[in-house]
């Protein structure tokens, strides 16, 4: 029965031995199927969950616009005053609902190319106003006359035409008009075969953007979804060095297995220009655990603060000498137009930048741009991108309706928050094939391992306090028959001697 006892005690212990051994090998072993599936999956071709994702996204993404009324436009035509201004919006729009076009595989190159088509359709119900609000802005054409046309003898010319019009610094327009166009009076007058017609997104409906050829990770998943060219380049042409390089995804997804110190390198055809995200903490959105990459203000630097940004200043006069941060000039890749690029209420930007203009209140919750990036797939599950798009205007003694201002401005038009959260039955269905199988199977390796280490441990405590207890009564038996045999001698003996 002892030995019965004993060899059920080593069996439990080799039992719990046996089941931590497996729980240690099946980690490595499950991190090599998780690898090999999500390396599968992520690649862009037709069959997997990311191809079908990519080609038309699963996820409402809608573009907000608050514009910024001016409330004291003949002060400032005049009196080259501060620009008041009041923010009115959101104004929304559902955006990116249509599927990529014009989608070919290159296998020789493992890359595949597409058209991303433009569309945008009003929601009125998340709106506060029509389409129809009236607003009173910057004239865009008039703004932008003395950048480029910066001959004094050609300014006399336009300022003809821009008085027989009846422009003026400011306009009011609607705000369809001012996103998507409308025929300008004052060009409309030019005798030159120019566009007439402009607006902030002019041209945008029924237009797309790209060829946009990226790698589809057949061959290196660690590639999939960068870009290779944009419109048959490998650079924009817009800036000098690397500044005008291509970098990076299209940030609807990046290679798998994201670590927290990656940079996460994206171009934007809306800043024309490649930027990155950095870490900043770690999310659960709807069950899933996500990694918040943020893009930093070190994005939007001057090159005094970061020299990496030297390359993205383009002149000395506007921009103080290359001091000036927190705001881009993207003349280069808009015809010449002095549009300029900036974080909503001028975030990050310097402080001589919001001087001239009343009612500003940068906030980082409501104005900063990041991704929620899933790590493991690389899939970017929630994103809010948001931008101010401004317009220089400069003092012009040839143009009347600008000979007034006494310094250059660079004048809020609008700010956008795009964003997009993936939906319930979407992160569902992520949780239940993606990461839902992730933490079973590291609960399994848990468990094994945690329970075979305690059978093993406690099992084998027991053998050994069970042979401990043994051993202490056979001494204790041997110690009794030993006195039991010296007792019986000694009264023998003494039986002898009274005999």
Not at 43 to 50: F, P, S
């Amino acid at each position: 029965m002892g030995c019965d006892r004993n060899c059920g005690l080593v069996a439990g212990a080799v039992i719990g031995a046996v089941l931590a051994l497996f729980g240690g090998i099946l980690m490595p072993v499950g991190d090599m199927l998780i690898e090999k599936t999500i390396k599968k999956e992520v690649v862009l071709e037709e069959g997997t969950i990311a191809f079908k994702n990519w080609v038309k996204t699963g996820t409402d993404v809608y573009r907000q616009f608050w514009i910024f009324d001016v409330q004291n436009p003949d002060e400032v035509t005049v009196n080259s005053s501060k620009i008041k201004v009041k923010q009115r919006g959101p104004y929304t729009y559902r955006v990116r609902y249509l599927a990529k076009e014009n989608i070919t595989q290159d296998p020789e190159t493992h890359t595949v190319s597409f058209l991303q088509p433009n569309g945008a359709i009003f929601e009125p119900s998340l709106s506060v106003g029509t389409e129809d609000d009236t607003f009173t802005i910057l004239n865009l054409a008039v703004a932008a006359a003395p950048q480029l046309y910066p001959n004094t003898f050609m300014q006399g010319i336009l300022n003809s035409f821009i008085k027989k019009s009846k422009s003026s610094m400011f306009q009011n327009r609607t705000l369809k008009e001012l996103l998507w166009g409308y025929t300008d009076p004052f060009l409309n007058l030019v005798p030159y075969p120019i566009t007439t017609t402009i607006g902030v997104f002019y041209p945008y409906n029924n237009t797309a953007d790209g060829i946009y050829k990226v790698f589809n990770g057949k061959d290196d998943i660690s590639k999939v979804a960068i870009i290779d060219t944009y419109k048959g380049r490998k650079n924009l042409s817009y800036w000098s060095s690397y500044c005008d390089l291509i970098n990076g995804t299209d940030a609807a997804s990046f290679p798998p297995f994201v670590e927290k110190t990656r940079v996460l390198q994206f171009f934007s055809s809306d800043i024309c220009r490649s930027i990155y995200a950095v870490f900043g903490a770690e999310i659960n959105l709807k069950g899933i655990p996500v990694y918040r990459f943020i893009l930093p203000s070190f994005a939007f630097a001057s090159p005094f603060q970061n020299p990496d940004n030297h390359c993205f200043c383009t002149e000395k006069i506007v921009s103080k000498n290359c001091t000036l941060y927190g705001v881009l000039d993207i003349g280069k890749c808009k015809e010449g137009k002095p549009v300029y690029i900036s974080l909503p209420h001028f975030l990050h930007g310097s402080p001589e930048l919001a001087e001239p203009i009343e009612s500003l209140s940068p906030n980082e919750e409501e104005h900063s741009t990041y991704l929620d990036v899933e790590p493991i797939t690389g899939f970017t599950l929630r994103f809010a991108k948001r931008l101010q798009v401004n317009m220089l205007v400069k003092p012009a003694k040839k143009i009347e309706a600008l000979k007034n201002l006494k310094h250059n401005y660079i004048v809020p038009i609008l700010w956008l928050n795009e964003t997009g959260t993936i939906g319930d039955e979407k992160a569902e269905m992520f949780r239940n094939q993606v990461t839902g199988k992730i933490n079973l199977l590291g609960l399994v390796e848990i468990v094994l391992l945690s329970v075979g280490v305690v059978m093993f441990i406690a099992f084998m405590i027991s053998y050994c306090a069970c042979r401990s207890k043994r051993i202490v009564i056979l001494k204790i038996t041997n110690n009794l028959i030993y006195l039991t045999r010296k007792r019986y001698v000694k009264l023998k003996m003494a039986a002898i001697w009274e005999d």
